[in-house]
C-alpha cells in the first residue's frame, strides 16, 4: 500500500494541517512504486475521470491520501493488468459503491468498443492521437516530429500503446533541460538493441506451441527488461559518477 508523507516541523501549511498534498509531492509519494510516473501522467489521469482532486481558490491541484491511493490502484492495473482507464474507471467505481467487482481481461478492440474476454497473454491498453496529445500537451508538429525520431511510434492501425504518455512525459521533462527530442536518437537506438537482445532470450519460448510456456515467455520478458533498465540505469549513473536517490 502507498505511504503518504506525515507533515513534519516546519511544515505547517494549511495543506499540510488537512492533510492535502501539491502534485508535486504526490509524484515523488507515487516514484517509490512507479518511478516512471509524470506530473503530466497525472494530470492525463484526471482528465479522464479517474482522479478528482480538490483545487484551491487559485486554481492548484491538492490531492488528498484518498486520491494518491486510487492513483496508485490505477497506475497499478495499467501496469500489471493492462487494462484501459474506462474500464479501469469502472472497476473502481463499482469498488467504491461496495459492489464485488472481479477484474477483467482485456481481450481486443473492435471499431473503438473494448471487448473483455480471457486470454492467454495481456493486450495493451491503446490511446488515441488526440489523447495522447491531450495528456502531453502538445500539438500535432510535435508529435510528428518525435515520431520522425522514432521517439513514439503508432501501432499498425494508427493508435498508440498507452506506455507513449509516459515516453511523451519524459521528452517534455527533457526538453526542460535543453534536451531536444532530437538528441534522444541515440536512447531510442540503445534501446531498440536492448529490446532486440532480450527479445533473442525469449524467442524460442514465444514460439512454443504449449500456452504455459508461452505465457512464462510473458513473464520471462518482464523480468529481463526490468533487469536491463536497471544496468542501463546503473550504467549511466557510473558514468556521470552520480548516485539517484
Excluded: C
Excluded at 501539491?22 to 509524470?38: A, C, H, K, N, Y
Amino acid at each position: 500500500m502507498l505511504q503518504t508523507p506525515s507533515g513534519g516541523a516546519g511544515h505547517g501549511t494549511a495543506a499540510a494541517d488537512t492533510g492535502l498534498m501539491s502534485i508535486g509531492t504526490v509524484l515523488t509519494v507515487l516514484r517509490d512504486e512507479f518511478p516512471e510516473v509524470t506530473i503530466s501522467k497525472i494530470r492525463f489521469l484526471e482528465s479522464e475521470g479517474l482522479i478528482e482532486p480538490q483545487r484551491t481558490p487559485s486554481g492548484y491541484r491538492k490531492f488528498s491520501p484518498a486520491d494518491v491511493e486510487r492513483l496508485g490502484h490505477v497506475l497499478r492495473m495499467q501496469r500489471d493488468h493492462y487494462l484501459p482507464l474506462k474500464v479501469i474507471r469502472e472497476h473502481l467505481d463499482a469498488m467504491e459503491r461496495g459492489e464485488a467487482a472481479p477484474l477483467p481481461t482485456v481481450g481486443r478492440q473492435r471499431d473503438g468498443e473494448v471487448v473483455l474476454e480471457t486470454v492467454e497473454g495481456p493486450t495493451a491498453a491503446r490511446i488515441g492521437r488526440a489523447e495522447l496529445m491531450a495528456a502531453a500537451g502538445i500539438g500535432e508538429q510535435e508529435l510528428d516530429e518525435w515520431e520522425s525520431y522514432g521517439l513514439i511510434a503508432p501501432l499498425p492501425d494508427g493508435v498508440y500503446d498507452a506506455e507513449a504518455v509516459t515516453v511523451a512525459g519524459l521528452v517534455l521533462e527533457l526538453g526542460r533541460f535543453g534536451i531536444e527530442p532530437r538528441h534522444l536518437r541515440v536512447m531510442k537506438a540503445a534501446a531498440d538493441r536492448e529490446a532486440g537482445l532480450v527479445d533473442q532470450v525469449v524467442a524460442p519460448l514465444k514460439r512454443h506451441r504449449n500456452p504455459q510456456t508461452r505465457a512464462h515467455a510473458e513473464a520471462r520478458t518482464k523480468e529481463l527488461a526490468g533487469l536491463t533498465v536497471k544496468l542501463h540505469a546503473a550504467l549511466v549513473q557510473t558514468a556521470l559518477g552520480v548516485r539517484l536517490p
